[in-house]
């Protein structure tokens, strides 16, 4: 396809139009995926309750999120006296950049990742933190008090969880010595790090899972829009599509945060390789890559669902000293460990 | 449910035709109706409940009545995110004016369904000093559910009915119209003006 | 039952008239002291210090020419002794009474109620503004002569105030009124209802913030208030009945229980054996439904949203056998002056049973999902601390008593119906904090079924009505019965002229003392805390604001 465009034009401009292209695939998968997610969380959180969830809307309720968007796409969105007009405006829109930003590094399956350099974790995890400035700005924008602290509560817990995400992908990294996505996924063919690193591979993983859970807000640390305390805390004065946004990140974010944890720890979109058994890797093998990197995305969001409708909210002060007296620690002994456990190759 | 069973065909039939007076654009009207099967399909509720019929409206959403499936799902707490109010309950003197502003907080198109005798005309309290005999007093009501409480089964009918008078409504022409900028300016102006002249509350000082 | 009480009380005339001999008893019902304004605050000083240190219930009245006065209800919580007081004043321009604020903390925000009602303005009360009317309300409603046309419905916003009236007695005679200061400038003070998910209702709290440490906290009621109390008065007797269902709809049969006794008790009317058995076990099945109701309130405003169903959808079970019986789901509207609607459905029995047998279970299934979560554990234990001498000053009765350590059980203190033939363990913790409360409602679940088992195949044939005329005129005097509500003592006080409605009628609200004690316990906890706290305090805001 690049052969054929830069037959038909200059080079810049098919790059141009390459890029036009694969944005719009990466916007299209974004909000499928959205959809998939909402879906998925309604149907998951109705069987946890008793409940049928959506079953009207198209058959087996399929038809329900996509009703929504309609709906979303054509409410009034209120703009709020007295409040910060353009960062009021803009808040959304940082969030949700965050959100596909970190999205455009997933690798779905071999070679199909659109962002993919050599320091690749490292610019995830700077991209998901801008999420955090635009809840900052949306809770001091709309001029509320539930608002405010709820972007209060989102900042110290948002900075203070993105230690432990550091700690806990920097331990696997250790092992993989590299930080591009592709090399990472490259490197588990014969063996997945969440096995190949034992002890402290599978610390991290917990540790990841936590502290990713507490990033994108959700149950049991969704306290920065905690319902019954908040109303809805940072995007209370959020209406229509705004709120949308607000709200599709939310479910993005979860996502991502699986879509890493599979990567990582999972082995991406390589299928299950044992070592040795060479009749089971070829039959593994003929399972399509973004089959495999799907499924333990989809597990791993299963997992955090799950965690999400069982446990209450924690409080803020819990959520601190959770974070700061025992998962900083713990991340940072395993860290230890890790390079002890590499250094004398003690790993698989 | 099938079409026969409502009861009250004739009344939505006329707000049909009423509305289709004149006809309606071929690709307009499609667009109408795939945003209005959106919008009929996604009302969400905003959590909001005086007194008992809240309690029924809780177990409306809880596990044998479910309204999940109609796509009622998302209770939203903050107005802004809700598509009707679900008036539960006694409305009263103290409570009009909190109730009036939540319904102006909220995001058009809106919606209000009056649940069980005290929102629809007061109901047993209609004779009481600090009861409002009807939420219709203070908004604009779409449906009525009386009852006192109604079941959650009369709860899920008036929110079918609600759904079926969304479906035949236009989103081109009217709904989302919202006022101008020097219109909202004066409304505010007028609001914030009645505010102060209505408070006379220091009225008696210090007397021997 | 009820002279026994009376006997007791003759001990006590004696001593009273010897502290203040101008205190005159007058027979009439339950019998009460008249006091003089003036002697009455140390009077009740007096009181106190012998013990009575549970204010049950203050009534604001208006007894015409003879002016505006208000009806206590003491009980010394040690001997169980009761005595029912009143002082009135004859001025009706700017009535004044001493306040016993200082005494019973309870009187508070009853006084602030008598205030509201009746412009009865009390000396030394800290905060005398309304507390269910808008500030800007023309007139007293509950006054004989009060007319409503004088209150159209207002629609401008109000505005709260950040500093509350006081009026202080002078060495001349007069009073002077001062000004409270209730939030400083610059506070950070934030609005939490009336409409937010975690107030069970429309209860509203301004709450003075510190980062996210609570400073101060003032609740304002009144969102539902609906003047049942007013309405009353012009209602015969067994119209009355229909309101108390909705004052806290999740007590519906016990409220309707109480006014039945107190009617009954004015009569001098005793119902049949059947019909307590019938009114017992119905009483238990409300309770064992408000407890689930309040177990999956509680999930929820703690985040814990499944365990929210699970409570509703075994609540669903109560109900439907509720249903089959009183013919409603939510308000049964059963009980009637001299026994029930209906006799008790062919299945009511085997249902019964097949539920107890289910919830069982169930209950352990609620331990496992919530009360053993650490998370749970870590939110709910040592935060919102109530002590028993708080408890009781409150006269925070129910639940919430019980977790501090008071033996407030109406069913085990003045027992009715047949709590005195069962075998039942009052559930009591000593804590007093969010875990003790949350977990006094669970064993009271299980002692609920313990009783409804004791009873379930014992029900006595007989009569479940006795023939009552369509208008009921109870002798003149006042009357006061209780009963133990789903979430503490529900209380009706009821005046009787001889007329064929009540010339006042009182309900002792189970959740206005809950409100009242909420400031007492929030303050110094976190936003998340008062959540918590409000959960398990488990008020019904209908209730509060009748």
């Given at each position: 396809?690049?052969?054929?465009?830069t037959?038909?034009?200059?080079?810049?401009?098919?790059?141009?139009?390459?890029?036009?292209?694969?944005?719009?695939?990466?916007?299209?998968?974004?909000?499928?995926?959205?959809?998939?997610?909402i879906?998925?969380?309604r149907?998951?959180?109705?069987?946890?309750?008793?409940?049928?969830?959506?079953?009207?809307?198209g058959?087996?309720?399929?038809?329900?999120?996509?009703?929504?968007?309609?709906?979303m796409?054509?409410?009034?969105?209120?703009?709020?006296?007295?409040?910060?007009?353009?960062?009021?405006?803009?808040?959304?829109?940082?969030?949700?950049?965050?959100?596909?930003?970190?999205?455009?590094?997933?690798?779905?399956?071999?070679?199909l990742?659109?962002?993919?350099?050599?320091?690749?974790?490292?610019?995830?995890?700077?991209?998901?933190?801008?999420?955090?400035?635009g809840?900052?700005?949306?809770?001091?924008s709309?001029?509320?008090?539930?608002?405010l602290?709820?972007?209060m509560?989102?900042?110290?817990q948002?900075?203070?969880?993105?230690?432990?995400?550091?700690?806990?992908?920097?331990?696997?990294?250790?092992?993989?010595?590299?930080?591009?996505?592709?090399?990472?996924?490259?490197?588990?063919?014969?063996?997945?790090?969440l096995?190949?690193?034992?002890?402290?591979?599978?610390?991290?993983?917990?540790?990841?899972?936590?502290?990713?859970n507490?990033?994108v807000?959700?149950?049991?640390?969704?306290?920065?829009?905690?319902?019954?305390?908040?109303?809805a805390?940072?995007?209370?004065?959020?209406?229509?599509?705004?709120?949308?946004?607000?709200?599709?990140?939310?479910?993005?974010?979860?996502?991502?945060?699986?879509?890493?944890?599979?990567?990582?720890?999972?082995?991406?979109?390589?299928?299950l390789?044992?070592a040795?058994?060479?009749?089971?890797?070829?039959?593994?093998?003929y399972?399509?890559?973004?089959?495999?990197?799907?499924?333990?995305?989809?597990?791993?969001?299963?997992?955090?669902?799950?965690?999400?409708?069982?446990?209450?909210?924690?409080?803020?002060?819990?959520?601190?000293?959770?974070?700061?007296?025992?998962?900083?620690?713990?991340?940072?002994?395993?860290?230890?460990?890790?390079?002890?456990?590499?250094?004398?190759?003690?790993?698989? | 449910?099938?079409?026969?069973?409502?009861?009250?065909?004739?009344?939505?039939?006329?707000?049909?035709?009423?509305?289709?007076?004149?006809?309606?654009?071929?690709?307009?009207?499609?667009?109408?109706?795939?945003?209005?099967?959106?919008?009929?399909?996604?009302?969400?509720?905003?959590?909001?409940?005086?007194?008992?019929?809240?309690?029924?409206?809780?177990?409306?959403?809880?596990?044998?009545?479910?309204?999940?499936?109609?796509?009622?799902?998302?209770?939203?707490?903050?107005?802004?995110?809700?598509?009707?109010?679900?008036?539960a309950?006694?409305?009263?003197?103290?409570?009009?004016?909190?109730?009036?502003?939540?319904?102006d907080?909220?995001?058009?198109?809106?919606?209000?369904?009056?649940?069980?005798?005290?929102?629809?005309?007061?109901?047993p309290?209609?004779?009481?000093?600090?009861?409002?005999?009807?939420?219709?007093?203070?908004?604009?009501v779409?449906?009525?559910?009386?009852?006192?409480?109604?079941?959650?089964?009369?709860?899920?009918?008036?929110?079918?009915?609600?759904?079926?008078?969304?479906?035949?409504?236009?989103?081109?022409?009217?709904?989302?119209?919202?006022?101008?900028?020097?219109?909202?300016?004066?409304l505010?102006r007028?609001?914030?003006?009645?505010?102060?002249?209505?408070?006379?509350?220091?009225?008696?000082?210090?007397?021997? | 039952m009820?002279?026994?009480?009376?006997?007791?009380?003759?001990?006590?005339?004696?001593?009273?008239?010897?502290?203040?001999?101008?205190?005159?008893?007058?027979?009439?019902?339950?019998?009460?002291?008249?006091?003089?304004?003036?002697?009455?605050?140390?009077?009740?000083?007096?009181?106190?210090?012998?013990?009575?240190?549970?204010?049950?219930?203050?009534?604001?009245?208006?007894?015409?020419e003879?002016?505006?006065?208000?009806?206590?209800?003491?009980?010394?919580?040690?001997?169980?002794?009761?005595?029912?007081?009143?002082?009135?004043?004859?001025?009706?321009?700017h009535?004044?009474?001493?306040s016993?604020?200082?005494?019973?903390?309870?009187?508070e925000?009853n006084?602030?109620?008598?205030?509201?009602?009746?412009?009865?303005?009390?000396?030394?009360?800290?905060?005398?503004?309304?507390?269910?009317?808008?500030?800007?309300?023309?007139?007293?409603?509950?006054?004989?002569?009060?007319?409503?046309?004088q209150?159209?419905?207002?629609?401008?916003?109000?505005?709260?105030k950040?500093?509350s009236?006081?009026?202080?007695?002078?060495?001349?005679?007069s009073?002077?009124?001062?000004?409270?200061?209730?939030?400083?400038?610059?506070?950070?003070?934030?609005?939490?209802?009336?409409?937010?998910?975690?107030?069970?209702?429309?209860?509203?709290?301004?709450?003075?913030?510190?980062?996210?440490?609570?400073?101060?906290?003032?609740?304002?009621?009144?969102?539902?208030?609906?003047?049942?109390?007013?309405?009353?008065?012009e209602?015969?007797?067994?119209?009355?009945?229909?309101?108390?269902?909705?004052?806290?709809?999740?007590?519906?049969?016990?409220?309707?229980?109480?006014?039945?006794?107190?009617?009954?008790k004015g009569?001098?009317?005793?119902?049949?054996?059947?019909?307590?058995?019938?009114?017992?076990?119905?009483?238990?099945?409300?309770?064992?439904d408000?407890?689930?109701?309040?177990?999956?309130?509680?999930?929820?405003?703690?985040?814990?949203?499944?365990?929210?169903?699970?409570g509703?959808?075994?609540?669903e079970?109560?109900?439907?056998?509720?249903?089959?019986?009183t013919?409603?789901?939510?308000?049964?509207?059963?009980?009637?002056?001299?026994?029930?609607?209906?006799?008790?459905?062919?299945d009511?029995?085997?249902?019964?049973?097949?539920?107890?047998?289910?919830?069982?279970?169930?209950?352990?299934?609620?331990?496992?999902?919530?009360?053993?979560?650490?998370?749970?554990?870590?939110?709910?234990k040592?935060?919102?601390?109530l002590?028993?001498?708080?408890?009781?000053?409150?006269?925070?009765?129910?639940?919430?008593?019980?977790a501090?350590?008071?033996?407030?059980d109406?069913?085990?203190?003045?027992?009715?119906?047949?709590?005195?033939?069962?075998?039942?363990?009052?559930?009591?913790?000593?804590?007093?904090?969010?875990?003790a409360?949350?977990?006094?409602?669970?064993?009271?679940i299980?002692?609920?079924?313990?009783?409804?088992?004791?009873?379930i195949?014992?029900?006595?044939?007989?009569?479940?009505?006795?023939?009552?005329?369509?208008?009921?005129?109870?002798?003149e005097?006042?009357?006061?019965?209780?009963?133990?509500?789903?979430?503490?003592?529900?209380?009706?006080?009821?005046?009787?002229?001889?007329?064929?409605?009540?010339?006042?009628?009182?309900?002792?609200?189970?959740?206005?003392?809950?409100v009242?004690?909420?400031?007492?316990?929030?303050?110094?906890?976190?936003?998340a805390?008062?959540?918590?706290?409000?959960?398990?305090?488990?008020?019904?805001?209908?209730?509060?604001?009748?």
């Amino acid at each position: 396809m690049h052969a054929l465009l830069t037959s038909l034009m200059p080079l810049r401009l098919a790059v141009f139009i390459e890029c036009v292209i694969v944005g719009v695939c990466l916007l299209l998968m974004y909000a499928v995926i959205a959809v998939v997610m909402i879906f998925m969380e309604r149907k998951v959180c109705a069987a946890f309750q008793c409940r049928l969830g959506p079953v009207r809307v198209g058959f087996w309720g399929l038809l329900q999120v996509p009703a929504d968007v309609l709906k979303m796409l054509t409410k009034e969105i209120i703009t709020i006296r007295r409040s910060d007009r353009f960062l009021y405006n803009l808040a959304p829109y940082i969030v949700i950049l965050a959100s596909v930003l970190a999205f455009a590094c997933l690798p779905v399956n071999k070679g199909l990742e659109v962002l993919d350099f050599n320091v690749g974790v490292f610019f995830l995890m700077a991209a998901s933190s801008i999420g955090v400035v635009g809840i900052l700005l949306a809770g001091w924008s709309s001029n509320n008090k539930y608002s405010l602290i709820g972007a209060m509560r989102s900042g110290a817990q948002m900075i203070s969880y993105e230690l432990s995400i550091g700690l806990s992908i920097l331990t696997i990294i250790v092992l993989t010595d590299t930080m591009q996505f592709s090399e990472i996924v490259a490197r588990q063919a014969d063996g997945w790090f969440l096995f190949k690193g034992h002890v402290p591979a599978l610390v991290a993983f917990v540790i990841y899972l936590i502290a990713g859970n507490a990033e994108v807000n959700r149950g049991p640390f969704d306290l920065p829009e905690a319902e019954s305390e908040l109303t809805a805390g940072y995007h209370t004065e959020y209406s229509g599509m705004h709120f949308g946004l607000f709200y599709v990140a939310e479910f993005v974010n979860l996502f991502i945060v699986a879509g890493v944890a599979a990567t990582i720890f999972l082995g991406g979109w390589m299928p299950l390789h044992i070592a040795g058994w060479e009749g089971f890797n070829t039959v593994m093998d003929y399972i399509p890559g973004f089959v495999w990197f799907f499924g333990k995305a989809f597990f791993v969001v299963g997992l955090l669902m799950w965690i999400k409708w069982t446990f209450p909210r924690l409080r803020i002060d819990q959520i601190l000293t959770l974070e700061w007296k025992y998962l900083v620690p713990i991340g940072l002994a395993n860290l230890l460990l890790m390079v002890i456990v590499v250094v004398f190759k003690l790993h698989f | 449910m099938s079409y026969g069973d409502f009861n009250d065909n004739e009344y939505i039939e006329r707000m049909i035709a009423e509305l289709r007076d004149g006809g309606t654009n071929v690709l307009v009207g499609c667009l109408d109706e795939l945003i209005e099967w959106g919008r009929s399909n996604s009302l969400w509720p905003l959590t909001f409940a005086t007194s008992c019929c809240g309690i029924e409206f809780m177990a409306v959403g809880a596990a044998r009545y479910d309204f999940a499936r109609f796509g009622f799902e998302v209770a939203r707490a903050s107005p802004r995110q809700a598509d009707f109010i679900m008036v539960a309950g006694t409305i009263t003197h103290k409570m009009a004016p909190v109730l009036k502003r939540l319904y102006d907080q909220m995001a058009d198109p809106k919606y209000v369904i009056a649940v069980g005798g005290c929102a629809v005309s007061g109901g047993p309290f209609k004779r009481s000093y600090h009861v409002v005999d009807g939420v219709d007093k203070v908004l604009p009501v779409d449906v009525y559910i009386p009852g006192c409480p109604p079941r959650p089964e009369a709860m899920l009918y008036g929110l079918m009915q609600l759904q079926r008078k969304v479906k035949v409504q236009r989103f081109f022409g009217g709904v989302n119209c919202q006022i101008g900028e020097e219109e909202y300016e004066e409304l505010l102006r007028r609001d914030l003006t009645a505010e102060k002249n209505d408070l006379n509350v220091e009225g008696e000082e210090k007397h021997e | 039952m009820w002279k026994e009480k009376r006997s007791m009380n003759s001990n006590l005339i004696d001593k009273i008239t010897a502290w203040e001999p101008r205190a005159v008893w007058t027979e009439g019902g339950d019998g009460m002291f008249t006091v003089p304004a003036d002697g009455f605050h140390d009077l009740a000083g007096r009181l106190l210090s012998e013990g009575f240190d549970f204010l049950r219930s203050l009534t604001g009245m208006d007894w015409g020419e003879a002016g505006f006065g208000v009806v206590y209800h003491l009980e010394a919580t040690a001997t169980g002794e009761n005595v029912v007081l009143r002082t009135l004043t004859e001025e009706r321009e700017h009535p004044v009474l001493p306040s016993v604020c200082d005494l019973w903390k309870a009187a508070e925000l009853n006084e602030r109620e008598v205030f509201d009602y009746f412009g009865v303005r009390f000396l030394n009360h800290p905060d005398m503004r309304r507390l269910f009317l808008r500030d800007d309300w023309v007139g007293y409603p509950l006054r004989k002569d009060y007319d409503p046309a004088q209150n159209p419905l207002r629609m401008s916003n109000e505005v709260s105030k950040d500093s509350s009236p006081t009026y202080e007695l002078q060495s001349d005679g007069s009073y002077i009124r001062k000004r409270n200061v209730l939030f400083e400038e610059d506070e950070y003070v934030i609005n939490i209802g009336p409409q937010h998910p975690a107030t069970h209702g429309v209860l509203r709290f301004r709450v003075s913030l510190e980062g996210e440490i609570i400073k101060k906290l003032d609740p304002h009621c009144g969102y539902i208030h609906r003047g049942i109390e007013k309405m009353c008065e012009e209602l015969t007797y067994p119209q009355t009945l229909a309101l108390t269902d909705r004052l806290d709809y999740l007590g519906a049969t016990q409220n309707r229980h109480a006014l039945c006794m107190c009617i009954e008790k004015g009569l001098g009317v005793e119902v049949s054996e059947r019909v307590q058995y019938i009114r017992t076990i119905m009483d238990e099945l409300q309770r064992i439904d408000s407890h689930l109701l309040f177990f999956a309130c509680l999930c929820m405003d703690m985040g814990a949203l499944t365990a929210f169903f699970y409570g509703f959808r075994d609540r669903e079970k109560v109900l439907d056998i509720l249903e089959q019986t009183t013919g409603g789901r939510l308000i049964q509207t059963y009980n009637t002056i001299g026994g029930v609607q209906a006799d008790i459905h062919p299945d009511f029995v085997r249902k019964t049973k097949e539920f107890i047998a289910y919830m069982r279970p169930k209950l352990r299934e609620y331990h496992e999902v919530f009360t053993g979560n650490v998370i749970a554990q870590e939110r709910l234990k040592g935060t919102g601390v109530l002590t028993r001498e708080d408890a009781i000053s409150f006269g925070a009765t129910g639940g919430t008593g019980r977790a501090a350590g008071w033996a407030c059980d109406v069913r085990k203190r003045h027992p009715y119906a047949v709590y005195g033939k069962v075998d039942f363990e009052e559930v009591l913790f000593t804590e007093g904090d969010c875990f003790a409360r949350y977990m006094v409602r669970m064993k009271e679940i299980e002692q609920s079924m313990n009783i409804i088992e004791q009873l379930i195949d014992n029900i006595p044939e007989g009569e479940y009505q006795l023939k009552m005329k369509p208008v009921i005129r109870i002798p003149e005097g006042s009357y006061y019965a209780a009963v133990e509500g789903s979430r503490g003592e529900f209380g009706v006080f009821l005046e009787s002229r001889g007329d064929k409605s009540p010339y006042r009628m009182k309900f002792r609200s189970t959740g206005l003392p809950l409100v009242a004690c909420l400031e007492t316990i929030a303050r110094g906890t976190k936003i998340a805390d008062l959540i918590a706290i409000g959960g398990t305090l488990d008020y019904v805001v209908p209730d509060i604001d009748r």
